[in-house]
């Protein structure tokens, strides 16, 4: 079964540098979320899209923004990079009717900033 | 506010132990909990969805429960194996709709050795 795609899988940027994930969710999945996992801790929501507009925002920085194109994959735009940026970035996605929303998540994408 | 809560944090037992991990949440209007497994640096792989309108959910040697009213849910891994050890993390929706943003425990990090 197709599963969630994130690319690149590793990354590494100096500060002040700008990154852009890429994910592709499942096809068919409506609604597209983005997560950030700093060492040690669990997993944080940044921003969903429902159908190609942005659902919910979490504690995402203003240097960050996002988006979903019309062939439902995603990007993570990230500039100004900080060295707190480093961390896992995972995408999951969802369909509602007939799957119960369960999150179905990507193999993320580490970021290291030097 | 949702909050998930996850006990122990660490769990160190010998091969074949049955085990019971842990995890509360605030809201008890959940839509829906999922328990993940994630192996050090690596992605997250979805265990077990529990709707909320079940009570258990069985896979393998994994039995997780469900408890609305008192907001608990447990993961039991029967006859645990070196090869479980790995962190285990429970989520569910920030709200009632299953399409909300995934609130995370802090995990349980588990070691299982021969």
């Known amino acids: 079964a197709a599963g969630v795609i994130q690319s690149p899988r590793h990354l590494i940027k100096e500060k002040r540098e700008t990154a852009t994930l890429k994910c592709y969710p499942i096809?068919?999945?409506?609604?597209v979320y983005w997560y950030q996992q700093g060492p040690g801790q669990d997993p944080q929501f940044l921003i969903s899209?429902?159908?190609?507009?942005?659902?919910d925002k979490g504690s995402i920085p203003d240097r960050f923004s996002a988006q979903q194109f019309s062939d439902y994959h995603s990007e993570l735009n990230m500039s100004s990079l900080e060295l707190g940026d480093s961390a896992l970035y995972f995408c999951?996605?969802?369909?509602?009717?007939?799957?119960?929303?369960?999150?179905?998540f990507g193999p993320g994408t580490r970021l290291t900033v030097t | 506010k949702q909050e998930v809560t996850q006990i122990p944090a660490a769990l160190s037992v010998p091969e074949g132990e049955n085990l019971v991990l842990n995890c509360s949440f605030t809201?008890?209007?959940?839509?829906?909990l999922q328990w993940f497994r994630q192996d050090p640096g690596k992605g997250l792989t979805s265990l077990l969805l529990?709707?909320?309108?079940?009570r258990e959910q069985t896979s393998g040697r994994l039995n997780a429960s469900l408890d609305k009213s008192s907001g608990r849910s447990t993961l039991y891994i029967a006859a645990s194996q070196p090869g479980d050890s790995a962190t285990y993390l429970c989520?569910?929706?920030?709200?009632?709709?299953?399409?909300?943003?995934?609130?995370f425990g802090a995990g349980t990090r588990l070691a299982v050795h021969p």
């Open positions: 999951a996605s969802s369909l509602g009717t007939g799957d119960g929303y369960e999150q179905y």
């Open positions: 096809p068919r999945h409506d609604t």
């Open positions: 899209f429902y159908e190609k507009m942005q659902s």
């Open positions: 809201d008890s209007a959940i839509y829906n």
């Open positions: 529990i709707q909320s309108s079940q």
């Open positions: 989520a569910c929706p920030s709200g009632t709709g299953g399409y909300n943003k995934l609130i």
